[in-house]
Every structure is written in C-alpha cells, then in structure tokens.
C-alpha cells in the first residue's frame, strides 16, 4: 500500500540541485505536518526538514538547513524539497512523511517509499 509518493530524484554532479516533490494519491483526510527524511546505505534514517500544514513553519537539520528549502502545497496535499549546493554526503534515499492525526504532536503515520539521491564527487 503507497501512502506517500516521491518523485524527483537522480543523478547529480557536486554543486547541482534537485527538486524533490511528495504527494498523496489518496486524497482523503487531513495533514497536519509533512516531512523529509533520509538513509544512505548502512546508515540510521535521518531528519532533514519538515513543515507544518497550516501556517508553514518549517525546520530543518543543521547539515541542509542553509541549502534545502522545504515547501508545500496545501491544496494538492503535496510537499517540496529543493536541494541546492548538493554534496556526495547528501547521496541517500530520500523519504517523505506526513502526520494526519489531530492530537498535536509530531507523529509521522504516513510514509512514502523513497527517492534516490546521487550526488557525485
């Protein structure tokens, strides 16, 4: 069962950006949080970004946050990532993520299946 989407991955050069995209192909519910995270192989899965539904507040990790913009699309319950500056350190498969339950804490319940992200050096 898909819950989330990515799209927007490939192979790119040190320097060069990506845009990924995330998007639920049900349409049904409601979001109150999405998110993006990553794994490279043999390696934990880590926090990149997130961004709360209804006001866009966004965050984002120390290593990306002055490279990597997170944004969405409310209306077509679908979230951004642009990537600028990529590193060979920024290879890893991207996820996305979104809270649907109403109880005010960041809880991830939905999951996508992943993007690859290569960045060569």
């Known amino acids: 069962q898909v819950q989330l989407v990515e799209s927007g991955g490939g192979l790119v050069q040190t320097g060069d950006s990506l845009r990924l995209s995330c998007a639920r192909p049900v349409r049904t519910g409601r979001i109150y949080r999405m998110g993006w995270f990553r794994q490279a192989p043999g390696k934990e899965r880590e926090f990149v970004a997130t961004i709360t539904w209804s006001s866009g507040i966004a965050s984002y990790s120390n290593s990306v946050k002055d490279r990597f913009t997170i944004s969405r699309d409310n209306a077509q319950n679908t979230v951004y990532l642009q990537m600028n500056s990529l590193k060979p350190e920024d290879t890893a498969v991207y996820y996305c993520?979104?809270?649907?339950?109403?109880?005010?804490?960041?809880?991830?319940?939905?999951w996508g299946q992943g993007t690859q992200v290569t960045v060569s050096s």
């Open positions: 993520a979104a809270d649907s339950r109403a109880d005010g804490r960041e809880d991830y319940d939905l």
